[in-house]
């Protein structure tokens, strides 16, 4: 096991920042704050970085796991589109780099958790900011095969619904706010159909947790909207927008227990994830 490092996880709502979270408490390591970056004036926006949708959920996260949220409007762009990025002015990714300084002068941390899967973007943007802030970079997903990364979340108990739909075999109406759980095995055959990516990696579709182990509390959402983005008969696009959310109690949690702690129910299978991730 390594060192022990206090970690801010950047959660974007959805299972890949969840499970990767999750991930970084097996491995031994406590999460000390969560962080996200937000649209402003827009409940979606197309980012190359950030997933928005969703982003109504993340104080309900922080109360939930009794931690502090730290969050930022995104209010650059994607400037620097190359695959080597450098410290651009006014860059999305500069954003990010700007919310974990902020969090520096509040609350200590050595390593940043990211959820991140097959998108060498984001990874070696969040890598450059990790590099100038003197931290690590803990990507315990970083090019897994996503079957198996799917299954893993199902099985410890990663509760998360599509509020996002992009792709081939995917439709607003039949597949938003079902549970990924359910759809995971549709989701793996539209891999084998199509070529979708299991876990959305491709952007087939984006997810939003309702409820994990590290949760003491459950997001309900109370009122939503569904937005049509393109009615596109082929490939559908739309999303689903949370109105109303509250936090339901969970019958049986115990509030004593660490981080690991509510994790040991899970650790073989969070164990068996670890040996096969690529880390440093």
């Known amino acids: 096991m390594t060192p022990m490092m206090n970690v801010v996880a950047l959660v974007s709502g959805g299972k890949d920042s969840c499970f990767n979270m999750m991930c970084a408490v097996a491995d031994g390591h406590r999460i000390v704050a969560l962080a996200n970056l937000q649209p402003k ?19 309900y996260y922080a109360e939930a796991m009794r931690l502090p949220v730290y969050r930022r409007f995104i209010s650059g762009t994607p400037l620097s589109q190359t695959k080597d990025y450098e410290a651009t002015p006014d860059d999305e990714v500069e954003d990010l780099y700007d919310l974990l300084v902020e969090i520096q002068s509040h609350t200590p941390f050595e390593a940043v958790a990211v959820g991140a899967i097959m998108s060498e973007y984001q990874t070696l943007r969040v890598l450059n900011i990790c590099k100038r802030l003197n931290i690590k970079a803990l990507t315990y997903l970083w090019q897994r095969n996503q079957q198996e990364l799917l299954h893993e979340m199902v099985a410890t108990d990663v509760d998360a619904i599509l509020i996002k739909v992009a792709a081939l075999g995917l439709t607003p109406e039949k597949h938003l706010g079902k549970s990924v759980k359910d759809l995971a095995e549709y989701l793996i055959q539209l891999e ?37 983005v393109s009615t596109d008969s082929v490939c559908p696009i739309g999303f689903l927008n949370p109105k109303v959310l509250h936090l339901e109690e969970k019958p049986g949690f115990d509030v004593s227990k660490s981080q690991r702690e509510l994790l040991e129910p899970y650790m073989a299978v969070l164990r068996g994830s670890l040996s096969k991730s690529l880390r440093e």
Do not use: W
Not at 46 to 54: A, I, L, P
Not at 204 to 217: A, I, Q, R, T
């Open 41 to 59: 004036g827009t409940d979606e926006l197309d980012s190359y970085m950030y997933q928005t949708v969703g982003h109504q959920a993340i104080s």
């Open 192 to 228: 084998a159909q199509y070529g979708c990516n299991p876990c959305g990696e491709g952007g087939e579709y984006e997810s939003l947790v309702l409820d994990c182990p590290l949760f003491s509390k459950r997001v309900v959402i109370d009122e939503s909207e569904a937005v049509a």
